[in-house]
């Protein structure tokens, strides 16, 4: 069984290289929006033309954007959302809020001190971790029933 995983939320961290490479093993596709910040902030400009208005500009950014993060959404078997400890991180929110929608199984991984602010978007996840090798345990189970060593 091949799994395809989305991983969506910060940008900031290493968090998705450390899944991938503890995945290394398994039958895992990944894939991911655009974590060049500057890139995904000036896709729509760079490709559709300049904007004066910054609210236009950030528009079309996300909407461009949104075409990749819908289609990986759509095409995931499970979808983990990370949130980080910088910045308020409203797109991750909606990507687990559409993951869940979409009935896709999904994995969210944040700190401790997130788990309040986190608590309605963590009851929609079928798993809370708070380390990304704890998401890469949970895909080698899923994949092989095999525990932790």
Same mark, same amino acid.
């Given at each position: 069984? !091949?799994?395809?995983?989305?991983?969506?939320?910060?940008?900031? !961290?290493?968090?998705?290289?450390?899944?991938?490479?503890?995945?290394?093993?398994?039958?895992?596709?990944?894939?991911?929006?655009?974590?060049?910040? *500057?890139?995904?902030?000036?896709?729509?400009?760079?490709?559709?033309?300049?904007?004066?208005?910054?609210?236009?500009?950030?528009?079309?950014?996300?909407?461009?954007?949104?075409?990749? !993060?819908?289609?990986?959404?759509?095409? @995931?078997?499970?979808?983990?959302?990370?949130?980080?400890?910088?910045?308020?991180?409203?797109?991750?929110?909606?990507? *687990?809020?559409?993951?869940?929608?979409?009935?896709?199984?999904?994995?969210?991984?944040?700190?401790?001190?997130? *788990?309040? @602010?986190?608590?309605?978007?963590? *009851? @929609?996840?079928?798993?809370?971790?708070?380390?990304?090798?704890?998401?890469?345990?949970?895909?080698?189970?899923?994949? !092989?029933?095999?525990?932790?060593?």
């Amino acid at each position: 069984m !091949t799994l395809k995983v989305y991983l969506s939320g910060e940008i900031h !961290t290493d968090w998705r290289e450390q899944i991938m490479e503890g995945a290394a093993s398994l039958d895992v596709s990944f894939d991911s929006p655009v974590t060049d910040h *500057a890139a995904s902030d000036d896709c729509g400009v760079a490709i559709l033309g300049a904007e004066d208005n910054k609210y236009w500009h950030d528009h079309k950014g996300a909407m461009v954007n949104a075409i990749r !993060t819908r289609k990986g959404l759509a095409e @995931a078997d499970v979808v983990v959302v990370r949130f980080g400890d910088q910045y308020k991180q409203w797109n991750a929110a909606f990507d *687990a809020g559409y993951a869940a929608a979409l009935g896709k199984s999904l994995i969210i991984l944040h700190g401790p001190d997130h *788990a309040h @602010a986190l608590k309605e978007v963590d *009851a @929609a996840a079928l798993a809370v971790a708070q380390e990304p090798a704890q998401v890469v345990e949970i895909l080698r189970y899923v994949l !092989t029933g095999s525990l932790p060593q």
